[in-house]
């Protein structure tokens, strides 16, 4: 059976990313977003993988499979100016910070199962009136070569957030909302190794998003296509091409001038992105990522979902005998072809962002480091309800274990 997994699934796969329809709703497409954006693609991937665990561990479980664990702890104070993320009502807050991050892995001799479970997990709460936020994530996967060049797995991952999201972009007329959800996604897969250091990889997507309120829970199916590039020794290309659909149990389409429509409601969803990223030559060097993206997103109805965005990302870092700092700047902007800015007037909507992010770790010894996060969000647009800032500011000790 297990000679024949790989001939069973590479046609599955083929077939639903060829004819799998494209994803991603409102609320979802947003909070989505800003996981990616924090995790990435692939919360982790070979690449990042290996550079988390660091070579010399790697050596040593190659040498005798076991599983292993790195396991973090942060704790820490901070404040925000705007933590509703509103235009009007602007409510700014001291609160408490506390997460987990952890990884329990397992890297094997050749021609054996490589698994591991990632976990993350994160709690603010706020001194002023405000409910506080939640986010745990949990991610398991398994991975079978069958060739030297090739290899299938599976992926799954659930997703917990209760928090307050900025959805001036996307939804009706709210600058900010809090939601309450449970996502869950399978991912089978099948990746290869090609000549020339190329790196191929297909996903064929499939799970849901279930609410506190059962009107916006929908499920989603589609593909995902990744080629990776490896430049230099250091350096390498990567371009992701997915394509994607949600289909809502019971949300109702919108006309072009917001009211409700028979039927249920369908997203489409296509994307495109490029990163380059280049690591340090030495401990103490620097590293890069840039990564440009342009998404559609189209609705089954009038259109009045319908948007472009376009999104560029720069960011550096590096790394100073015990001091850690990484700098991040992003650039996102979205147009609209059906909404308009304001009922009576006829100008399309769009708005555009600029997010600057500064997270900064001294270690204190082997177990324990300081760390200080800053972030900064200024967002403008042709509809006042899109328009503010945002700020926060966190610093706390991070714990090994």
């Known amino acids: 059976m297990n000679r024949l997994l790989p001939y069973i699934l590479f046609p599955f796969l083929l077939v639903c990313i060829l004819y799998g329809q494209e994803t991603v709703s409102d609320v979802d497409a947003l909070i989505n977003e800003a996981l990616n954006e924090q995790f990435g693609e692939d919360l982790l991937d070979d690449p990042e993988l290996r550079e988390l665990l660091g070579e010399n561990l790697l050596k040593e ?188 149990r019971e949300k109702n389409p919108r006309d072009a001038d917001g009211y409700s429509l028979d039927g249920l409601l369908r997203f489409n969803f296509n994307e495109a992105s490029v990163r380059w990223l280049k690591s340090a030559a030495k401990p103490e060097g620097w590293a890069f990522s840039s990564k440009l993206s342009y998404l559609e997103q189209e609705d089954n109805a009038s259109g009045y979902y319908d948007y472009s965005r376009v999104r560029f990302k720069q960011s550096a870092s590096r790394s100073i005998s015990n001091w850690e700092a990484t700098l991040s700047v992003g650039f996102t902007r979205y147009d609209y072809s059906v909404r308009n800015a304001d009922f009576s007037g006829s100008d399309k909507l769009w708005r555009k962002g600029i997010e600057s992010v500064v997270n900064l770790k001294r270690t204190l010894n082997d177990r324990a480091a300081f760390f200080l996060d800053g972030q900064f969000e200024h967002n403008r647009s042709n509809a006042a309800e899109n328009i503010y800032d945002a700020r926060r500011i966190v610093v706390g000790v991070e714990w090994g274990i």
Do not use: C
């Open 61 to 248: 479980v190659a040498e005798e499979p076991k599983w292993d664990h790195d396991l973090k702890v942060r704790t820490g104070l901070g404040h925000g100016d705007n933590v509703l993320y509103g235009a009007y009502e602007q409510v700014g807050s001291g609160y408490f910070f506390a997460s987990v991050d952890g990884l329990v892995f397992r890297l094997p001799e050749a021609a054996q199962a490589n698994a591991y479970i990632y976990f993350y997990g994160e709690r603010i709460s706020y001194f002023e009136d405000v409910d506080p936020g939640q986010l745990y994530i949990t991610q398991g996967q398994i991975s079978q070569a069958w060739s030297e060049t090739r290899q299938v797995g599976l992926m799954a991952t659930h997703i917990f957030y209760d928090q307050v999201f900025d959805a001036s972009a996307d939804l009706d007329s709210f600058t900010s909302f809090g939601v309450s959800a449970h996502q869950v996604e399978v991912i089978p897969y099948l990746e290869t190794y090609l000549s020339n250091d190329l790196h191929f990889k297909a996903e064929f997507l499939m799970g849901g998003a279930y609410y506190e309120d059962s009107y916006e829970d929908s499920r989603n199916m589609g593909g995902r296509l990744t080629l990776r590039k490896k430049l230099r020794e250091l350096s390498r290309l990567e371009t992701v091409i997915s394509r994607d659909s949600r289909r809502y």
